[in-house]
């Protein structure tokens, strides 16, 4: 079996036009936008025509269903990822694996495939952070809270309860989108591997061990607006001398509180008041820290708390802090990294056994069943960014690996 990269193609292209800036040339779908909301209807309207059992939970996840009533209270084998986007994004991060596991689907009926196991595929809802959580995943393993449905917020302030009513859903409603673990046979995930190592390296599957645990937080820094021409550099209170001096600083934080596999970046941030003439009273900006250790993921944070209170009292700054989220890192399944290999070998596919840096859906269920992730190269390492790309070839290959995935564990 194979699948059809045509219509495969077709359909990431026509995924691609909802939140498409023609001017940027970059996708703009974010968690409970329009856009993304959009998207999911368009999705669950492809799955219909096709005869698939298609519906959207309280959560806002897409789940398309292929079963019979001989089947039907099996565990289903679940192909997973996410359908919204970062700012300016692209094509392949998440969609890659939603499309695949569609055109898996496709495969399947078309052959006639007579299944053990129902197969599913979920397009997830808010994968990307914009409320600081992996809302759609939390929500079908259990591990969304009420707390952080009517707390969390996006960097603009925006609550994540008001941005689910704007889309048409209740919050407390995504509580009851999880899942029992008995239902859940698998699940897998296939997605760009978002760094450069596939792809200079020439290896076309990345077969993931494990993946990065990450925290966010939002920071501000209060100082003293100030008129720029009038006030002496050493009698400022000025705001965006401690993040610059912050920035300046996380080597160091990393060198001696990190690994290799830390990763710390200021993602955004915002001046106030803003102004040419004015000296900053305040910034506001985000911290984003990975790695694959939670110990040391804790001492990272401690160094950022040290050094930032440090720096507050050098410029005479007040420091302030909001922790948005905490994922720990987590281990794949060595029955499913195995699984995955044997079926790479089948295919006659070269791989390499690697770390995601990366968070992604799968990460959430890795406690709760089966969990494997299956990387495609990006094409000189890019992602989150309108120049994201992967060669179809690599997306052929690695669409062929999940639906040979997919099969064998269905009909077991």
């Known amino acids: 079996m194979k699948v059809n990269l045509e219509r495969l193609k077709s359909m990431l292209f026509a995924l691609a036009e909802f939140g498409y800036n023609h001017e940027d040339k970059g996708i703009y779908r974010q968690g409970f936008s329009d856009e993304d909301f959009a998207a999911r209807k368009w999705l669950m309207s492809c799955a219909q025509q ?6 959207m939970d309280g959560a806002g996840n897409v789940i398309i269903e292929m079963t019979s009533p001989e089947i039907a209270t099996k565990p289903a084998v679940i192909i997973g990822s996410h359908l919204d986007s970062v700012p300016a994004g692209g094509m392949f ?9 569609f055109e898996c689907l496709r495969v399947l009926k078309e052959q006639e495939v007579a299944l053990t196991h129902p197969v599913w595929v979920i397009g997830t809802s808010e994968e990307e952070g914009r409320f600081s959580g992996m809302i759609g995943a939390q929500a079908l393993t259990g591990k969304l809270t009420t707390q952080q449905l009517l707390s969390s917020h996006d960097a603009d302030g925006y609550m994540l309860s008001d941005a689910m009513r704007a889309q048409g859903l209740e919050p407390m409603a995504a509580l009851g989108a999880k899942l029992p673990p008995e239902q859940i046979d698998c699940f897998l995930e ?3 591997e978002q760094g450069p190592v596939l792809d200079q390296s020439g290896i076309q599957i990345g077969v993931v061990e494990g993946i990065a645990g990450v925290f966010k937080w939002m920071v501000k820094l209060i100082g003293k607006a100030s008129h720029a021409g009038t006030v002496p550099m050493e009698m400022r209170s000025d705001a965006f001398m401690g993040l610059a001096d912050f920035a300046y600083q996380l080597d160091r934080i990393i060198a001696e509180d990190g690994t290799d596999t830390t990763r710390i970046t200021v993602g955004k941030a915002e001046i106030k008041p803003g102004f040419a003439h004015t000296v900053a009273g305040e910034v506001n900006f985000t911290i984003v820290a990975r790695d694959m250790d939670e110990t040391i993921m804790e001492a990272l944070e401690l160094a950022c708390h040290k050094v930032l209170s440090a720096i507050a ?11 948005m989220s905490w994922v720990p890192p987590v281990k794949c399944s060595p029955d499913m990294i195995q699984f995955i290999r044997l079926q790479a070998d089948a295919l006659s596919l070269n791989y ?3 770390p995601s840096g990366a968070g992604h859906d799968c990460q959430v269920f890795c406690d709760i069943c089966p969990t494997g992730l299956i990387f495609i190269p990006s094409l000189n390492g890019v992602s989150h960014s309108q120049d994201e790309w992967s060669h179809w070839h690599d997306v052929e290959a690695g669409s062929n690996l999940l639906l040979h995935c997919v099969h064998q564990r269905a009909m077991r």
């Not at 009292?313 to 922790?323: A, I, P, S």
């Open 50 to 55: 096709e005869g698939f059992i298609s519906r």
């Open 93 to 101: 991060d998440g969609t890659l694996g939603v499309v695949a596991g």
């Open 190 to 192: 296939l997605h760009i």
């Open 313 to 323: 009292r050098k410029h005479q700054l007040v420091f302030e802090h909001e922790r």
């Open 352 to 354: 390499q056994i690697m």
